[in-house]
């Protein structure tokens, strides 16, 4: 099965679209709500919750994990990657969302993605919106430095959007003044973004609330679609891993919260509703960051 973890329910945006483009491959999707959010928490924590959760989705069978966590993913991605996989995982592999969002913000995958048909904005001004943690972590600016160092990126926190999300506040009076507080300064600046990036898996369950308020003309990009096209394309070429993927139509959901909660939340997103058993994740036995 390829694993798909998120700090919540959110990451069921970006499985939703994966099982569009790729359905013929078998899920397992891990929420870890009971720890949700992950954008407040500190690095090491960041880190130890999402080794323990990738642990979990690898010990379940899983020789493929995506993090479609923002946070996980800016924080946590890299050292499991580099370390933690080398010496206890070597034949698994661990995908993340940043730098295939950083590319598309770039502009430079033009056409690939639907709704991003602009030009290469390589010169112009970009933003993000993320968790504080994944703001805080610098990825989105590391990365755009490399592909794209003419660009000039805006970085916005939003932490209070994720909240919003897990308590149902999707639209309303409430979220709407919560959306206005982080939008309305991008849009006052004397250069305002051109591309809008909602990095962040639970943000695009406020996106019609995000697109009303956002100028026309702004492209406004979710993670979803770009992750699945960006899956597929890794995936032809890594045709080991490839082959190592099982196609039975499965689906599975856990949380490590309370499952009929996470039901209710998930069906919306899916369209139809899921099945979801409760799981526990136990510390990975060994200290430190490797």
């Known amino acids: 099965m390829i694993g798909v973890f998120d700090s919540g329910f959110g990451g069921l945006t970006v499985l939703r679209s994966l099982l569009r483009r790729l359905p013929e491959y078998d899920y397992f999707y891990l929420g870890d709500s009971a720890r949700a959010p992950y954008g407040s928490r500190s690095l090491q924590v960041v880190h130890s919750f999402t080794r323990e959760a990738v642990e979990y989705l690898f010990g379940a069978g899983c020789p493929l994990v995506v993090l479609a966590c923002n946070t996980a993913s800016a924080q946590a991605l890299r050292t499991l990657q580099q370390r933690h996989l080398p010496a206890h995982r070597p034949d698994r592999r661990i995908l993340g969302v940043v730098r295939p969002s950083a ?83 991008l849009f006052a600046r004397a250069e305002p973004p051109a591309r809008l990036l909602l990095g962040c898996t639970h943000y695009p369950l406020l996106a019609k609330g995000i697109r009303a308020i956002v100028p026309p003309g702004v492209e406004v990009i979710e993670q979803g679609e770009l992750v699945a096209q960006r899956l597929a394309d890794w995936l032809r070429r890594h045709p080991e891993m490839e082959a190592r993927l099982s196609r039975a139509g499965a689906r599975r959901y856990a949380t490590t919260d309370d499952p009929v909660w996470f039901a209710r939340q998930g069906a919306p997103i899916m369209g139809h509703q899921v099945e979801v058993e409760r799981v526990t994740l136990p510390p990975f036995p060994s200290a430190g960051c490797g």
């Open 103 to 185: 590319e598309v913000l770039a502009g430079l995958a033009p056409g690939a993605i639907p709704g991003v048909t602009g030009p290469s904005p390589v010169a112009g001004t970009v933003a993000v919106l993320g968790t504080a943690g994944t703001i805080a972590s610098g990825s989105y600016a590391l990365e755009l430095a490399k592909l794209a160092p003419r660009l000039t990126l805006i970085a916005q926190a939003c932490p209070l959007w994720v909240p919003l999300v897990e308590a149902g506040e999707t639209a309303g009076p409430g979220a709407e003044y919560f959306l206005h507080r982080y939008l309305d300064p």
